[in-house]
């Protein structure tokens, strides 16, 4: 940095200087235990803690001035020491947080039926009281049992209206299966068939025409006994 840099540094560090001066008057003038004797006890530790800071504070910006590491020097630990009493002080200025009280209400409870154990009114009250609530708890408790049962049914239904489903369901698959006797009627269907066609047959034929048909069965039937004779 130049010379005409450093002048407003250097005049800004001697109105510093003056202003610390006039503040610190008082106390340079006398000494710290007279000055502070008059005082009560929290402005007095607020009094030796900033004299304290305010000498710790000069010593580590003289080291600084003259080229010496300023923190790892002593005084630098001694100023984080000093700034640890500012914080108990500031603590002391708030005091503690409130507590606040939390009533036992068990204890309360008890308390009072031991206070009031002889009354028999009192003791006929706790007694109803008692018993209302017993009543209350088995109501509960019914219909709590009366409410899991009633969600237990439906299962049951859902497997027999299941079961009937499934009879249902082999009742049509036995319907739709032919029966074995239809079967051999349509077998028999076509031998049904010739046989009505033959007997439009002869209703169509003349009597004289069924007398010489007879005839010739007749004449083939001995024939063919005759062949089986022979043989």
Do not use: C
Not at 84 to 105: A, M
Not at 153 to 168: H, L, M
């Amino acid at each position: 940095m130049e010379a005409a840099d450093l002048l407003p540094l250097l005049e800004q560090l001697d109105d510093n200087i003056d202003d610390l001066e006039e503040i610190l008057q008082p106390v340079l003038d006398g000494s710290v235990v007279k000055t502070s004797s008059n005082l009560p006890v929290l402005d007095k530790a607020k009094f030796h803690v900033l004299v304290t800071y305010a000498l710790e504070s000069l010593i580590f910006s003289w080291l600084r001035l003259h080229g010496v590491n300023a923190k790892e020097h002593p005084v630098f630990r001694e100023l984080t020491r000093v700034k640890q009493y500012f914080e108990k002080i500031k603590e002391l200025e708030t005091g503690p947080e409130q507590r606040t009280l939390k009533l036992d209400k068990e204890a309360a409870g008890r308390f009072i039926k031991h206070g009031l154990a002889g009354n028999d009114k009192f003791d006929l009250e706790r007694k109803e009281r008692e018993a209302k609530e017993r009543a209350r708890a088995q109501l509960k408790a019914s219909l709590l049992a009366k409410r899991d049962s009633s969600t237990s049914d439906p299962p049951t239904k859902n497997a027999s209206d299941e079961s009937e489903y499934e009879s249902d369901a082999e009742s049509e698959d036995a319907d739709e299966k032919p029966a074995p006797t239809t079967q051999k009627s349509k077998k028999k269907q076509p031998n049904d068939d010739k046989k009505r066609n033959k007997d439009k047959q002869r209703k169509k034929l003349n009597k004289d025409e069924r007398k010489e048909v007879k005839k010739d069965r007749r004449k083939k039937k001995g024939d063919m006994r005759k062949a089986k004779n022979l043989k």
